[in-house]
């Protein structure tokens, strides 16, 4: 018995499972799918993310020459939930996580856009004075 159980935290990542479930024939997990792949499931349900070894990029970035990136860790647990799912469901979800992915690329290009248009502001005064 044990007397003093942790508490678990309120958001458990759903990625460490015991082995013999993560060993039975890679279940699509989306744990280890690139973000281009695990967004490609909404269309393809049965596309797989794979990479050969000792490649950078994954099979189908290869292919689409496209720089592989992995999903974001804060991501993640969504997307792994949503793989979960079935039919109509799991569309809905990975949309969601679409969108998700959507926000958060805009949360950090914010900054970068600012200074972009800044710029622009700098690049249009001589033009102005003239
Ligand atoms: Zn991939
Ligand atoms: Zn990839």
Redesign the pocket.
Same mark, same amino acid.
């Given at each position: 018995m044990t007397a003093t159980r942790n508490k678990k935290p309120l958001f458990v990542k759903p990625q460490k499972y015991s082995k013999s479930e993560t060993s039975q024939k890679l279940e699509n997990t989306a744990a280890d799918d +690139?973000q281009? =792949?695990f967004l490609r499931l909404e269309a393809y349900p049965d596309h797989a =993310?794979e990479t050969r070894q000792g490649s950078r990029? +994954?099979n189908? =970035?290869l292919l689409v020459r496209h720089r +592989?990136q992995p999903l974001p860790d804060e991501i993640k647990p969504a997307a792994v939930a949503s793989l979960k799912k079935t039919g109509k469901a799991r569309v809905n979800a990975i949309r969601a996580v679409r969108q998700m992915i959507k926000d958060r690329s805009r949360r950090i290009n914010r900054k970068a856009s600012e200074q972009a248009a800044r710029n622009k502001q700098l690049k249009r005064e001589p033009e102005d004075s003239l």
């Amino acid at each position: 018995m044990t007397a003093t159980r942790n508490k678990k935290p309120l958001f458990v990542k759903p990625q460490k499972y015991s082995k013999s479930e993560t060993s039975q024939k890679l279940e699509n997990t989306a744990a280890d799918d +690139c973000q281009r =792949c695990f967004l490609r499931l909404e269309a393809y349900p049965d596309h797989a =993310c794979e990479t050969r070894q000792g490649s950078r990029s +994954c099979n189908y =970035c290869l292919l689409v020459r496209h720089r +592989c990136q992995p999903l974001p860790d804060e991501i993640k647990p969504a997307a792994v939930a949503s793989l979960k799912k079935t039919g109509k469901a799991r569309v809905n979800a990975i949309r969601a996580v679409r969108q998700m992915i959507k926000d958060r690329s805009r949360r950090i290009n914010r900054k970068a856009s600012e200074q972009a248009a800044r710029n622009k502001q700098l690049k249009r005064e001589p033009e102005d004075s003239l």
